[in-house]
């Protein structure tokens, strides 16, 4: 048998709602875990790309150790060589 509800019968249901107390602790929860989220769905993919990044940078360092004669240079000391040969040209 199919039911009909009124609206006399809806408005007679009651609804109980937690205190606003409560609620407001419940919202700074569901807050809370929003950021996380968020924070997690942006930094993840940013975290992944650097060490990506810093996976190929040292990937490529390995592969040039042997034309640097065996010894590892900084970027650092590579621009003062450079810096040196440009000086006496």
Known sequence: MCSVWSVY???????PLP???VQKR???VLDNFEQ????L????PAEIEARQKQYEFYRDLL???????GSLVTDRQTDRQTDR???RA
């Open 19 to 21: 205190s606003l107390d």
């Open 63 to 69: 592969l040039t150790f042997a034309e640097t004669n």
């Open 36 to 39: 996380i989220c968020n924070d």
């Open 85 to 87: 040969q440009t000086d």
């Open 26 to 28: 419940y919202a700074d």
């Open 9 to 15: 019968t809806i408005e007679q249901i009651e609804i």
């Open 41 to 44: 769905s942006i930094g993840l």
